[in-house]
């Protein structure tokens, strides 16, 4: 069976300290994984998607995403937040292979960055 | 622009009467979506469509229908709307292809059912 559990619901943390927003995955098969970021009351944009290439992925607005197969997590990273980055998260798996329901969607994560 | 257009963006309707929240992409993506979102159980499934005439249910199918008559249009019907649909409702659409794209969303759709 397929999905994704984000770890933490909320994340707080002060402008200028890394972020950390841990996922981790279940899949049968070599699943493509993606975060996505939704900003208050806007639709979802792609943050950044890994697709068996490299294992550490670069995205949009300095973020970065690290594959770990051996410990199946995709954990997303920047060195120094910034306001502009509280947001929700959604981490998301995709197997290709699997008919039907293709995107696995976790529940999010609240990111709160204080001044 | 490549881009997936919901429309309308707000809605607010009464319990019973029947709507329809259109999607339009126009990427030719094979495979349309759609989510509703609700606070603590973030995106659920609604309904998918991997072609023309091809849909299939998601997770949380009871109250819904869809038609996919044309690639790139997969409009949302709720024939009797009730409280419980109140929701912000997303469509995507993806490249059954190029899969590994992930999504394109569109900007969402706000229903209340009073």
């Known amino acids: 069976a397929q999905s994704v559990t984000q770890l933490d619901s909320h994340v707080s943390v002060s402008e200028g300290t890394p972020v950390l927003l841990r996922c981790n995955y279940s899949s049968s098969y070599s699943p493509s994984l993606f975060w996505y970021v939704q900003h208050p009351n806007k639709g979802l944009q792609l943050l950044l998607k890994?697709?068996?290439?490299?294992?550490l992925v670069k995205g949009i607005n300095g973020f970065e995403a690290e594959f770990k197969k051996s410990e199946t997590s995709f954990h997303l990273t920047k060195p120094s937040a910034h306001m502009s980055d509280a947001a929700e998260y959604f981490c998301?798996?995709?197997?290709?292979?699997?008919?039907?329901?293709?995107?696995?969607f976790g529940t999010g994560t609240s990111l709160t960055v204080i001044p | 622009e490549a881009q997936v257009t919901q429309n309308p963006r707000y809605l607010i309707t009464v319990t019973g009467k029947k709507l329809t929240v259109t999607c339009s992409q126009n990427?030719?993506?094979?495979?349309m979506s759609w989510y509703r979102q609700d606070p603590g159980l973030g995106l659920r499934q609604i309904y998918y469509s991997m072609n023309v005439e091809v849909t299939d249910k998601g997770d949380v199918p009871e109250g819904y229908k869809v038609s996919r008559k044309e690639k790139r249009n997969f409009p949302l019907i709720l024939e009797s709307p009730s409280p419980n649909q109140t929701s912000l409702y997303f469509c995507?659409?993806?490249?059954?292809?190029?899969?590994?794209?992930?999504?394109?969303f569109g900007s969402g759709t706000r229903l209340t059912v009073v």
């Open positions: 890994y697709t068996s290439a490299a294992t």
């Open positions: 998301v798996v995709s197997e290709m292979e699997i008919p039907g329901n293709q995107f696995y």
């Open positions: 995507a659409s993806s490249s059954l292809v190029g899969y590994s794209y992930g999504y394109t």
């Open positions: 990427m030719n993506h094979e495979y």
